[in-house]
C-alpha cells in the first residue's frame, strides 16, 4: 500500500512533503518520489530505499516551489526500481501523479494510450493516469474535465493527487481514503491524517467518487458528473504526541508499552453505543466476524468469549476468505469486522458483500474516520491512538478489551472483567522486559519457533508467531497444544524451541502434559505461566487472574516484546519490516 501526499500554500512545499512522507512510512517504504512546480516548471525526484534514504540521495527536501506532491510505493505492477516509483510525469512534464491502488484495467489503457503516441516511462499501472489526464486536458482544455473524464475511465481502486503546470493541485477517491487537510498556510490531499497533522487536525474526508481540485486558495469537491458535492470539515482527534516516538528507539516498542495506556482507553466507551452495538448483536441469528492478520486473531478469540460468557454461536472467517463462505447471508444475519485501520480491502470486501445481502455490520475499528467504520450500522472505537510500527500492537489488546466488554455486557457479566486488576497485570508485564529481553538474546539465532496454547490461548499463540515471523524474520508457528500428536509431535527433537501459554487455567493440565511430551523429545520448553513449573527450561512470569478469559491480553505482552528484541538483536527495523505494509488496501 502507498502513501500519496500534496501540498499548496504558503510555505515551501518540498521539506513539509517529505517531511509527510515520513510519518506516513508506515504505509508502504520501498520507493519514495517528489514533485514540485516552481515558476510553471515541474521537477521530479524519486529513486528506491527509504524516505531518509533517499532524501539524503537526492535532497528532495531543497527542491523549490510551494505546490507538491509525494509518495511512498510498496510496490504491486512493476518492480522497486527507480522508474517505476511516483510521480509519474505526462505531457512533457505538464502534469504528474502519485498514485495508491490497482488500476485493474490499466493494460487495456496502456494499449490505447501508445497507440497515439503517448510513451511509457514505467511499469506501473499508475502511470496510466497521468497519461489520462493529459489527454483529457489536452481535449477538453480543462483540468476539470480531465480529471471527471479520467476518472471516468479507471476501474480497481485508486486515490490520486495530480499537479497541473498551472498549479493546480487535483485528486480523486475511489475506494480508497483520500482526505483533505486545511491548514492556515495552505492545503493538503493526503492517504492519511498523519500526512498532514503536523499542521492542522481539520480535515475533510472524502468519499468514493469524490474528486477534488485545489486552487487559487480554495477547494472545490464534485462528483463524476461534475455536481458539487458538501463534505463538512472535521476536527482529527489524534495529537501530534501520538505520532511521535519520544524517548523510544522504535515506534513498536512505544506501542507495546502504550498498552497499560490503551487498554484504559478501550474500556472507556459510550454506555449507549455499546448498547446499541449488543442490540443488533443479539437480535442476529447468525453472526460472523471477520478480519485480517492480528485483527483476525481477535477474531478468532471473539469467537470463544461470545460463544461460552454470552451464549452466541460465532463463525470466525479471515476476511480473505469470506468471499468463498459468506454467499448466503440474510437481514437476520450480522457480520461484526475488526480492523485497526477500516481499509483493509479484504476487509472492506467482505463488508461489503454482506452488505449487498441486507447484512447487518458491526465494527470494531481504531480509525473511527476510516471506509469500514462509515460502512457499520455501528461501530466501536478502540481509541488506540495512530498505531505507526506495521506489526500491530496496542490495537489488538484494544480489540480485545472491547470484545470482552461486549461478551462481558450480553452475559450480564459472567466474564467477570475486573478492569483494575487486568491494568495492574499488564502494567507489571510491561515494567519488566528483562526476562524476555535475555531470552531474545538466547534465541536469537534459532531458525525456527513454536508457540503452543489451547482454546483461548490458540489464537494468541497464532499471533505471537505472527508477531515473530513479522519483525524478526524467523520461521514461527503456532500450534494448538492438542494438535501436537497429530503432527508436529515429529518436528520436537534437540535445539527444537517451544514457548507454552500456559496459565492456571481449565487449559493448564492439559497444556502441561504437552510440555512433557516435548522435553521428553529433547526440545527447549519455554513456559509463559503464572507458576513456575520443573519442565520449563525458560520460565516468563505472568500474573495469576481469577477469570481465564483475561490472560491472552496479558500472555500476548512476553511475545510482543520477544519478536521485538529478536528483531533488534538480528538488527532489522522492527518498525518497518520488509515487504509488508500497516494496511493493506489491495487485494
Ligand atoms: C496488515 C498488517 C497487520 C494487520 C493486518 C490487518 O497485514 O501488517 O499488522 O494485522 O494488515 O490490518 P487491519 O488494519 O485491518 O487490522
Same mark, same amino acid.
Given at each position: 500500500?502507498?502513501?500519496?501526499?500534496?501540498?499548496?500554500?504558503?510555505?515551501?512545499?518540498?521539506?513539509?512533503?517529505?517531511?509527510?512522507?515520513?510519518?506516513?512510512?508506515?504505509?508502504?517504504?520501498?520507493?519514495?518520489?517528489?514533485?514540485?512546480?516552481?515558476?510553471?516548471?515541474?521537477?521530479?525526484?524519486?529513486?528506491?530505499?527509504?524516505?531518509?534514504?533517499?532524501?539524503?540521495?537526492?535532497?528532495?527536501?531543497?527542491?523549490?516551489?510551494?505546490?507538491?506532491?509525494?509518495?511512498?510505493?510498496?510496490?504491486?505492477?512493476?518492480?522497486?526500481?527507480?522508474?517505476?516509483?511516483?510521480?509519474? +510525469?505526462?505531457?512533457?512534464?505538464?502534469?504528474?501523479?502519485?498514485?495508491?491502488?490497482?488500476?485493474?484495467?490499466?493494460?487495456?489503457?496502456?494499449?490505447?494510450?501508445?497507440?497515439?503516441?503517448?510513451?511509457?516511462?514505467?511499469?506501473?499501472?499508475?502511470?496510466?493516469?497521468?497519461?489520462?489526464?493529459?489527454?483529457?486536458?489536452?481535449?477538453?482544455?480543462?483540468?476539470?474535465?480531465?480529471?471527471?473524464? @479520467?476518472?471516468?475511465?479507471?476501474?480497481?481502486?485508486?486515490?490520486?493527487?495530480?499537479?497541473?503546470?498551472?498549479?493546480?493541485?487535483?485528486?480523486?477517491?475511489?475506494?480508497?481514503?483520500?482526505?483533505?487537510?486545511?491548514?492556515?498556510?495552505?492545503?493538503?490531499?493526503?492517504?492519511?491524517?498523519?500526512?498532514?497533522?503536523?499542521?492542522?487536525?481539520?480535515?475533510?474526508?472524502?468519499?468514493?467518487?469524490?474528486?477534488?481540485?485545489?486552487?487559487?486558495?480554495?477547494?472545490?469537491?464534485?462528483?463524476?458528473?461534475?455536481?458539487?458535492?458538501?463534505?463538512?470539515?472535521?476536527?482529527?482527534?489524534?495529537?501530534?504526541?501520538?505520532?511521535?516516538?519520544?524517548?523510544?528507539?522504535?515506534? @513498536?516498542?512505544?506501542?507495546?508499552?502504550?498498552?497499560?495506556?490503551?487498554?484504559?482507553?478501550?474500556?472507556?466507551?459510550?454506555?449507549?453505543?455499546?448498547?446499541?452495538?449488543?442490540?443488533?448483536?443479539?437480535?442476529?441469528?447468525?453472526?460472523?466476524?471477520?478480519?485480517?492478520?492480528?485483527?483476525?486473531?481477535?477474531?478468532?478469540?471473539?469467537?470463544?468469549?461470545?460463544?461460552?460468557?454470552?451464549?452466541?454461536?460465532?463463525?470466525?472467517?479471515?476476511?480473505?476468505?469470506?468471499?468463498?463462505?459468506?454467499?448466503?447471508?440474510?437481514?437476520?444475519?450480522?457480520?461484526?469486522?475488526?480492523?485497526?485501520?477500516?481499509?483493509?480491502?479484504?476487509?472492506?470486501?467482505?463488508?461489503?458483500?454482506?452488505?449487498?445481502?441486507?447484512?447487518?455490520?458491526?465494527?470494531?475499528?481504531?480509525?473511527?474516520?476510516?471506509?469500514?467504520?462509515?460502512?457499520?450500522?455501528?461501530?466501536? *472505537?478502540?481509541?488506540?491512538?495512530?498505531?505507526? *510500527?506495521?506489526? +500491530?500492537?496496542?490495537?489488538?489488546?484494544?480489540?480485545?478489551?472491547?470484545?470482552?466488554?461486549?461478551?462481558?455486557?450480553?452475559?450480564?457479566?459472567?466474564?467477570?472483567?475486573?478492569?483494575?486488576?487486568?491494568?495492574?497485570?499488564?502494567?507489571?508485564?510491561?515494567?519488566?522486559?528483562?526476562?524476555?529481553?535475555?531470552?531474545?538474546?538466547?534465541?536469537?539465532?534459532?531458525?525456527?519457533?513454536?508457540?503452543?496454547?489451547?482454546?483461548?490461548?490458540?489464537?494468541?499463540?497464532?499471533?505471537?508467531?505472527?508477531?515473530?515471523?513479522?519483525?524478526?524474520?524467523?520461521?514461527?508457528?503456532?500450534?494448538?497444544?492438542?494438535?501436537?500428536?497429530?503432527?508436529?509431535?515429529?518436528?520436537?527433537?534437540?535445539?527444537?524451541?517451544?514457548?507454552?501459554?500456559?496459565?492456571?487455567?481449565?487449559?493448564?493440565?492439559?497444556?502441561?502434559?504437552?510440555?512433557?511430551?516435548?522435553?521428553?523429545?529433547?526440545?527447549?520448553?519455554?513456559?509463559?505461566?503464572?507458576?513456575?513449573?520443573?519442565?520449563?527450561?525458560?520460565?516468563?512470569?505472568?500474573?495469576?487472574?481469577?477469570?481465564?478469559?483475561?490472560?491472552?491480553?496479558?500472555?500476548?505482552?512476553?511475545?510482543?516484546?520477544?519478536?521485538?528484541?529478536?528483531?533488534?538483536?538480528?538488527?532489522?527495523?522492527?518498525?518497518?519490516?520488509?515487504?509488508?505494509?500497516?494496511?493493506?488496501?489491495?487485494?
Amino acid at each position: 500500500m502507498c502513501s500519496i501526499i500534496g501540498y499548496k500554500g504558503k510555505d515551501f512545499a518540498a521539506p513539509i512533503l517529505v517531511n509527510s512522507l515520513k510519518r506516513m512510512e508506515y504505509r508502504g517504504y520501498d520507493s519514495v518520489g517528489v514533485a514540485t512546480l516552481d515558476e510553471g516548471k515541474l521537477l521530479v525526484r524519486k529513486g528506491t530505499g527509504k524516505v531518509a534514504e533517499v532524501n539524503n540521495k537526492l535532497d528532495m527536501s531543497h527542491m523549490s516551489g510551494h505546490i507538491g506532491i509525494g509518495h511512498t510505493r510498496w510496490a504491486t505492477h512493476g518492480g522497486v526500481t527507480d522508474k517505476n516509483a511516483h510521480p509519474h +510525469a505526462a505531457g512533457d512534464n505538464k502534469i504528474a501523479v502519485v498514485h495508491n491502488g490497482i488500476i485493474e484495467n490499466y493494460k487495456e489503457l496502456k494499449a490505447e494510450l501508445i497507440k497515439e503516441g503517448y510513451i511509457f516511462a514505467s511499469e506501473t499501472d499508475s502511470e496510466v493516469i497521468a497519461h489520462l489526464l493529459h489527454r483529457y486536458y489536452i481535449e477538453t482544455e480543462s483540468i476539470k474535465q480531465s480529471l471527471i473524464k @479520467t476518472c471516468k475511465r479507471l476501474q480497481g481502486a485508486y486515490a490520486f493527487v495530480a499537479v497541473f503546470q498551472d498549479g493546480t493541485i487535483g485528486g480523486a477517491r475511489y475506494e480508497e481514503p483520500l482526505i483533505i487537510g486545511v491548514a492556515k498556510e495552505g492545503y493538503f490531499v493526503s492517504s492519511d491524517v498523519l500526512g498532514f497533522l503536523e499542521h492542522t487536525d481539520k480535515a475533510i474526508f472524502l468519499d468514493n467518487g469524490d474528486i477534488t481540485i485545489v486552487d487559487n486558495d480554495k477547494v472545490e469537491i464534485f462528483d463524476f458528473e461534475g455536481n458539487p458535492v458538501n463534505r463538512p470539515i472535521t476536527q482529527v482527534a489524534w495529537e501530534l504526541g501520538d505520532i511521535d516516538k519520544g524517548k523510544y528507539a522504535h515506534h @513498536t516498542l512505544k506501542e507495546i508499552d502504550e498498552q497499560k495506556l490503551s487498554i484504559i482507553r478501550a474500556y472507556n466507551q459510550e454506555e449507549e453505543k455499546i448498547d446499541e452495538f449488543c442490540k443488533i448483536l443479539s437480535a442476529a441469528k447468525n453472526v460472523y466476524i471477520v478480519g485480517s492478520g492480528t485483527s483476525y486473531h481477535s477474531a478468532l478469540v471473539a469467537k470463544h468469549v461470545l460463544g461460552r460468557y454470552a451464549k452466541i454461536r460465532v463463525e470466525a472467517i479471515m476476511s480473505s476468505e469470506s468471499k468463498y463462505i459468506l454467499s448466503s447471508l440474510d437481514k437476520d444475519s450480522v457480520v461484526i469486522a475488526i480492523s485497526q485501520s477500516g481499509e483493509t480491502a479484504d476487509v472492506l470486501d467482505s463488508v461489503r458483500l454482506a452488505k449487498n445481502q441486507g447484512t447487518k455490520i458491526l465494527s470494531i475499528v481504531n480509525v473511527t474516520t476510516s471506509s469500514l467504520a462509515r460502512m457499520s450500522d455501528s461501530f466501536l *472505537g478502540t481509541n488506540s491512538g495512530p498505531e505507526i *510500527g506495521v506489526a +500491530a500492537t496496542k490495537s489488538f489488546t484494544a480489540q480485545l478489551i472491547i470484545i470482552y466488554s461486549i461478551a462481558d455486557k450480553l452475559s450480564e457479566g459472567k466474564l467477570g472483567l475486573d478492569k483494575e486488576k487486568l491494568i495492574h497485570a499488564v502494567d507489571r508485564m510491561l515494567s519488566n522486559k528483562s526476562t524476555v529481553e535475555r531470552l531474545a538474546q538466547e534465541l536469537k539465532n534459532h531458525k525456527d519457533l513454536y508457540i503452543l496454547g489451547r482454546f483461548l490461548h490458540y489464537p494468541i499463540a497464532l499471533e505471537g508467531a505472527l508477531k515473530v515471523k513479522e519483525l524478526a524474520y524467523v520461521h514461527a508457528e503456532g500450534i494448538a497444544a492438542g494438535e501436537l500428536k497429530h503432527g508436529p509431535l515429529a518436528l520436537m527433537e534437540k535445539n527444537t524451541v517451544v514457548m507454552i501459554l500456559n496459565p492456571h487455567d481449565s487449559t493448564f493440565n492439559d497444556t502441561i502434559s504437552n510440555a512433557h511430551e516435548i522435553k521428553a523429545r529433547g526440545a527447549t520448553v519455554v513456559g509463559i505461566s503464572d507458576s513456575k513449573e520443573d519442565v520449563y527450561d525458560y520460565w516468563i512470569p505472568i500474573p495469576a487472574l481469577s477469570e481465564e478469559a483475561l490472560y491472552p491480553i496479558v500472555e500476548v505482552i512476553p511475545l510482543q516484546l520477544l519478536a521485538y528484541y529478536l528483531a533488534v538483536g538480528k538488527n532489522v527495523d522492527p518498525d518497518y519490516p520488509r515487504n509488508l505494509a500497516k494496511s493493506v488496501t489491495v487485494r
